[in-house]
């Protein structure tokens, strides 16, 4: 995985020093396409039935998120919504106009853990 230095203020801290620090270099975006054709080639399912199907899951997942069901995915992982909220002094006084915001969170399977764990950095230039 390739990284570069930027410098830049710390987070919440703008009044120190910037610091230096390291940010992937991303490559292009992977398509439903191309994601498709690799899926193809370590399956049987062919190409055109694989991007169907993970088309389909674009539409699907976001479904089951709004509901706040947690998507298993196996061997990935699962994904799931967290809210943020204000606090109240009691149940009672809590109202949903406290809740902020809500965010989509994965997290990785100890299969993919272990995968990334194994990553080796190079720094380009």
């Known amino acids: 995985m390739d990284y570069k230095i930027v410098t830049k203020h710390m987070p919440g801290k703008p009044e ?12 292009k975006n992977v398509t439903i396409e191309e994601l498709a054709m690799r899926i193809a080639e370590v399956s ?5 039935d ?10 699907i997942l976001p479904e089951f ?27 009672e006084d809590f109202s949903k106009d406290l809740i902020k915001s809500n965010k989509i969170s994965y997290q990785p399977s100890t299969k993919v853990k272990k995968v990334m764990k194994e990553v080796i950095y190079e720094k380009v230039k």
């Open 65 to 91: 998120l709004k509901k706040g069901a947690t998507v298993e995915l196996g061997d990935l992982g699962r994904f799931m919504v967290n809210i943020s909220s204000g606090g109240a002094e009691t149940e």
């Open 16 to 27: 120190l020093p910037k610091k230096h620090y390291a940010t992937i270099v991303r490559p």
């Open 44 to 48: 049987p399912v062919n190409e055109l």
């Open 50 to 59: 694989t991007q169907t199907a993970l088309v389909a899951f674009t539409k």
